[in-house]
C-alpha cells in the first residue's frame, strides 16, 4: 500500500511502550494526532487495534498509515486564516500527504478549487508556485464544491495525472464524504438512484432531480449510512458517491427530504424547524476519506480532519468522530 509503511519491531525495541516507539521513529507525530490514529484504527500491531501504553515485542509487526507533513492539530485550517498569506504557506498549510507522484491536501471551506466569476484566488491558481524543474505545474484530476471541504488530490506530472484521471473515470475509487443534515432517514442505510439536471437561473446553476428521459439529464447514484443522531433533529451520515454529478450528495440529501446543514441552494425548511443554536449556518458536508489506486502501484487511503465549524458542531452534540466504524 503506497504511503502505508509496515515494519518489524527490533530485538533492541523489546518491551517499548508504542508511544515511546513512535518518538523514536516519527519524532514529528504529536501525541494527539497519535491518539487520533489509534482510535480510529488506522496503526495496528499485527492486524489488531492497541493503544498508546501497549508494549510492543520483537518480530510483531506495526501498520503506520501516511502522516501529514506536519501536525495539524494547532492549526485549524479555515478560509479566514488563509487572507494574508503567500500561496506556498497556504498550500503547505493545506498539505497532508505528499510523494513524488501526489500531493493530497484538506481543503478549507470557502477556498475555490477552480476559477470562476470574480474569483481571484484558488487552488488551481495557487499551484502555479509548485511548478518543477521541467516547468510542469502540478494537475487537477478531481474537484470539491468550494464550501465543502476535505480531501484534495493533486497530480505532480502529467503522467501521475494521467493514472488517477482515469481511476476516477473508471469508478476504481472510494469517496466517503460527512454530512450533517436536518431530521433522521427512515432507514439505517440505504442507496439513492435519480435522474438530475442542471438548470441555469439568475442565482447560478442549480441541479435538481428529474424523470428519466429529460433531456441533458445523467444518472445519479449514491449510498449512505446513518452514524448517529441527535433527538429527531439531526443526523450524521457518511455518504458515498458512486457517480460523479455536479452537487449530487447535496442534491440527494435534499432529495430524501433531508438537507445538508447550512446548504445554501439546496436547503429549504418550514417556519417550525430552528438551527440549534451554537451550529454555524455553514456547509456542513466534509471529504472525508479517500482511497484511489497509486499510479506506482498500492492503494493510497488518506483521511482528512474535520474544518473547524464542523468540529464545532460534533462537540455541542455530543458526536464522537472516532465512533464511525471506518474500516
Not at 477552480?114 to 484558488?122: A, F, N, V
Not at 494521467?162 to 466517503?176: C, Y
Not at 473547524?308 to 464511525?324: K, R
Request: net charge positive.
Amino acid at each position: 500500500m503506497v504511503g502505508v509503511e509496515i515494519k518489524q519491531v527490533s530485538v533492541d525495541e523489546n518491551g517499548m511502550r508504542l508511544d515511546r516507539w513512535f518518538k523514536v521513529h516519527y519524532p514529528r507525530v504529536g501525541f494527539g494526532y497519535l491518539q487520533k490514529l489509534l482510535r480510529s484504527g488506522q496503526i495496528r500491531v499485527d492486524g489488531g487495534r492497541v493503544k498508546t501504553d501497549t508494549r510492543l515485542l520483537m518480530g510483531q509487526v506495526v501498520r503506520v498509515p501516511p502522516f501529514p507533513v506536519d501536525d495539524k492539530e494547532s492549526f485549524p485550517i479555515t478560509d479566514k486564516t488563509l487572507r494574508g498569506q503567500d500561496d506556498e504557506t497556504v498550500l503547505k498549510k493545506m498539505l497532508l500527504y505528499e510523494d513524488p507522484k501526489i500531493f493530497v491536501f484538506n481543503k478549507p471551506a470557502g477556498l475555490a478549487v477552480q476559477g470562476g466569476s470574480g474569483l481571484t484566488r484558488h487552488v488551481d491558481s495557487m499551484l502555479e508556485v509548485w511548478r518543477n524543474k521541467k516547468g510542469e505545474k502540478p494537475r487537477l484530476v478531481h474537484r470539491l464544491d468550494r464550501e465543502t471541504s476535505g480531501v484534495l488530490i493533486v497530480a505532480r506530472s502529467r503522467s501521475a495525472a494521467q493514472a488517477l484521471t482515469a481511476a476516477f473515470r473508471e469508478r476504481e475509487t472510494k469517496k466517503t464524504y460527512w454530512a450533517l443534515v436536518r431530521g433522521v432517514p427512515k432507514k439505517k442505510q440505504d442507496k439513492i438512484s435519480t435522474w438530475v439536471v442542471k438548470d441555469i437561473t439568475a442565482q447560478g446553476d442549480k441541479m435538481r432531480v428529474c424523470e428519466h428521459g429529460e433531456p441533458d439529464s445523467n444518472h445519479a447514484v449514491s449510498y449512505y449510512r446513518v452514524l448517529d443522531t441527535r433527538g429527531r433533529a439531526l443526523s450524521w451520515l457518511e455518504m458515498e458517491p458512486y457517480t460523479g454529478r455536479t452537487h449530487q450528495l447535496r442534491v440527494h440529501a435534499a432529495h430524501m427530504d433531508h438537507p445538508i446543514i447550512g446548504d445554501s441552494k439546496y436547503f429549504f425548511s418550514d417556519s417550525n424547524w430552528a438551527l440549534p443554536g451554537g451550529i454555524q449556518n455553514r456547509l456542513h458536508l466534509h471529504a472525508r476519506r479517500i482511497r484511489i489506486p497509486h499510479p506506482s502501484g498500492g492503494v493510497l487511503d488518506i483521511i482528512a480532519p474535520l474544518p473547524p465549524h464542523m468540529v464545532q458542531s460534533f462537540n455541542l452534540l455530543a458526536f464522537n468522530e472516532d465512533d464511525d466504524n471506518t474500516q
